[in-house]
């Protein structure tokens, strides 16, 4: 994986942000491949034969972070996949890197990211949006006991990455609390900037 060849955007923010919302905006204006982390280990999870459908279920359950090595795998594998029959080279990594070890273990094994796009917005709402999808969405995690626990894991495991990115001066903060299209006009107008 070359930075010359290929552009990584990570694309960050608690449960319910709109991380996925916006990425779908994105994909259409701009044809970036939209990879999330979480669809990925859903899929995984399903996949007739996985040796790892147990685990990533009991980590979605608890909101806790799948083992690393799995993840980067998936993604790895996703990114291949698209450039070669996609012939891809821009991608959105939705809801990844998690955690500190796993920033710097894609940064380093497979590609830096260009900035992360981080989409910020209080508890309250978010728990709301999650309650509401909830009704639908048959998620395992979009239930009170499961949301909360993800709270915790995004402020105490997930929040430092954003943080080491910012000093850094590779966040793009954009406010989510917004109605989606404000949030993603404010998303096109910042991104301008670093030349997408
Ligand atoms: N909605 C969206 N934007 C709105 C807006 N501006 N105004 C009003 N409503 C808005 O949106 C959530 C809901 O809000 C939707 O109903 C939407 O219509 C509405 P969505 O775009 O789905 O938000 P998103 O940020 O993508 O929320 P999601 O629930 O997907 O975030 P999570 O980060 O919790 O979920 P993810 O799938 O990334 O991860 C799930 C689990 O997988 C993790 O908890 C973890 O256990 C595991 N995981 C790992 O272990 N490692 C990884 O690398 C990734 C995941
Ligand atoms: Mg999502």
């Known amino acids: 994986w070359s930075p010359d060849k290929v552009t990584v955007i990570f694309v960050l923010g608690g449960p319910g942000a709109g991380k996925g919302t916006q990425c779908v905006k994105l994909v259409s204006d701009y044809g970036f491949k939209h990879l999330s982390a ?7 999870q399903d996949r007739p034969g996985s040796e790892f459908g147990e685990m990533i279920k009991t980590y ?5 972070i799948v ?3 799995v993840t980067i795998q998936l993604l790895e594998n996703a990114m291949k996949a698209a450039m ?3 012939n891809k080279s821009m991608f959105l990594i939705d809801g990844f890197p998690r955690k500190l070890d796993q920033a710097h273990a894609f940064e380093r094994s497979v590609v830096p990211s260009k900035f992360t796009l981080f989409f910020d917005a209080p508890e309250d ?9 909830g009704e639908t969405s048959g998620r395992a995690d979009d239930n009170i006991e ?3 626990k993800r709270f915790k894991t995004f402020v105490d495991t997930s929040m430092p990455v954003v943080n ?3 000093s850094q001066g590779r966040v793009v903060k954009v406010n989510a609390v917004q109605e989606p299209d ?13 030349g997408i």
């Open 38 to 44: 979480g669809d990925l280990l859903r899929e995984e």
């Open 60 to 64: 979605i359950k608890e909101g806790t």
């Open 67 to 69: 083992p690393m090595e």
């Open 84 to 86: 070669e029959k996609e």
């Open 125 to 133: 709402v978010m728990l709301k949006r999650l309650l509401h999808r």
């Open 146 to 148: 499961s949301i909360k």
């Open 164 to 166: 080491e990115f910012e």
């Open 182 to 194: 404000q949030v993603y006009r404010d998303v096109q107008e910042k991104i301008k900037a670093w």
